[in-house]
């Protein structure tokens, strides 16, 4: 890497010997500008960045002093040298206040010179390697979020390190391409304060992910205007909205889904390249279906299922942009009931295919959801993944964590993460969530139990906690869960 040096002084020859005083380029760094003036400085900030100025301090009509001031005013950041053909203590005062590395007496000493720029450089790798530490611990965080494994103080703490507000909606959107093509839609979206970035998939998986705080609206017309300045057509990704920061983790499912579309259904995508992103005729809410889905009562997921289809139905969706929502609709299914079998999913996937009709497709899921609460269906785990299943069905009341059974069967954690995830579909943490609220669902139907007890009792030591958690999967609270499903409840399936 070359750091980008600008030179400033009213005197030609002062520039020239700058120039030729230090192996510059062997040293690390690249002369982009030389300027006579502040004026002629500021012309190039305005329009590109500098790591190193080099300034002369008496100048006409603004000093150095002045130029790095207005500078830093202007929110140009940048290390600087000032150079001065005296030793003047109120300068030297002056600099160090505005965070100047050394000031430098003409005639320039080139040891003296040589120290200070390589001293400056050290500095800079030492900076450079601080902040992808620190990138690399938020976009660590960022996957935790997308993956459901953040806690509120944890998601208060990541916001306040991005500097950005907690309001919603969220979107996870998804890109592919080129790594020099996803470098600069990067830039773009770093110019524009987009913050929540996942860089570090581009060189491993060839796209970029980034979670956007807006509506669908907003970022079309954002997302047309990054295709503008690129001057590409680029393929999106673009997840469900949601509301609520705890639920982002359903958008980016979206995008997974869709890409795992792409590339085992690509006849089930819509033909338009801008149908990619998901058909924006309605909003409809996949993630109500997914929480009638968790409280499991037949009535409820068939209510979700037919006002998803009305929606259809009234805004004149065509079959192709129906096979299109029912594959989601599908996935849902299959994600929340991995017991369906390899035999029942294909099936599944070949009657939404041969469907013609939004009126087959809605009788299809509903033949689906009647196999699941007329029969004992089971798909059996592999034997790692079975005894992991074990460990929370009978453990989930412990502090259980991934890398504690890891380590009671000898397994490295990430591995065994990886292989959980890719046959249940859950996180570890997820799962056991699923697992704990599922029990309290049990135990709010079938006893008097208050809810702190039931709260205790399934592993939860925070009665709030347990509540936002319960909520956040099945859209109720646990009182109004009570009260809603107290012998008015018909399991669709028990998993």
């Avoid at 062997?26 to 030389?34: A, P, R, S, Y």
């Avoid at 929110?75 to 600099?95: A, D, N, P, R, W």
């Amino acid at each position: 890497m070359m750091y980008k040096v600008m030179l400033v002084d009213d005197e030609y020859m002062i520039l020239e010997g700058l120039k030729q005083i230090l192996p510059w380029e062997n040293l690390g760094f690249e002369i982009v500008k030389t300027a006579r003036n502040a004026n002629e400085a500021f012309a190039y900030l305005s329009e590109h960045t500098i790591d190193l100025l080099v300034t002369d301090i008496t100048m006409p009509e603004m000093n150095g002093i002045e130029l790095v001031r207005t500078a830093q005013l202007l929110g140009y950041h940048f290390s600087t040298i000032i150079l001065s053909g005296y030793q003047e203590f109120e300068y030297v005062k002056k600099g160090m206040q505005l965070g100047v590395k050394n000031y430098l007496v003409k005639p320039v000493d080139k040891q003296e010179l040589l120290e200070t720029v390589q001293k400056i450089k050290e500095d800079f790798i030492e900076q450079h390697h601080l902040e992808a530490q620190q990138q690399a611990y938020l976009e660590t965080s960022l996957i935790r979020w997308l993956n459901d494994e953040l806690n509120e103080r944890e998601f208060q703490e990541l916001m306040e390190a991005y500097e950005l507000g907690i309001k919603g909606p969220y979107i996870a959107v998804q890109v592919s391409g080129s790594v020099s093509l996803l470098e600069n839609i990067t830039d773009c979206l770093i110019k524009d304060q987009q913050q929540l970035l996942l860089t570090n998939w581009i060189h491993t998986e060839g796209h970029l992910v980034w979670i956007y705080q807006g509506t669908h609206q907003d970022l079309t017309a954002y997302l047309l205007t990054i295709e503008k300045e690129l001057g590409n057509q680029l393929e999106w990704l673009i997840g469900e909205m949601v509301d609520e920061w705890q639920n982002v983790y359903e958008s980016f499912e979206k995008i997974q889904q869709i890409a795992a579309m792409k590339n085992f259904y690509p006849d089930l995508l819509p033909t338009s390249q801008l149908e990619l992103t998901g058909p924006r005729k309605v909003e409809l809410s996949f993630l109500s279906f997914n929480q009638a889905l968790m409280i499991g009562d037949s009535k409820t997921i068939e209510c979700e299922l037919t006002t998803i289809f009305d929606e259809m139905v009234s805004h004149h969706y065509d079959p192709e942009d129906a096979r299109y929502i029912v594959f989601f609709l599908f996935t849902d299914i299959a994600r929340q009931y991995p017991t369906i079998t390899n035999s029942l999913y294909d099936e599944t996937i070949q009657g939404i295919r041969n469907s013609q009709t939004i009126n087959e497709l809605h009788h299809l899921l509903e033949s689906l959801l009647l196999k699941l609460k007329a029969e004992v269906i089971e798909k059996p785990f592999s034997d790692i993944v079975q005894k992991v299943v074990d460990y929370v069905q009978s453990d989930y009341q412990q502090d259980l964590n991934l890398k504690m059974i890891a380590d009671e069967l000898y397994l490295n954690v990430v591995y065994l993460g990886q292989l959980f995830k890719k046959e249940t579909r859950y996180s570890f943490s997820q799962y056991l969530n699923h697992v704990r609220i599922r029990k309290a669902q049990q135990l709010l139907l079938n006893t008097g139990k208050t809810i702190n007890e039931i709260s205790e009792e399934i592993g939860y030591n925070n009665t709030n906690y347990f509540s936002k958690m319960f909520k956040k999967l099945n859209g109720i609270t646990p009182k109004d869960f009570r009260e809603q499903y107290h012998g008015e409840y018909t399991v669709l399936l028990r998993k």
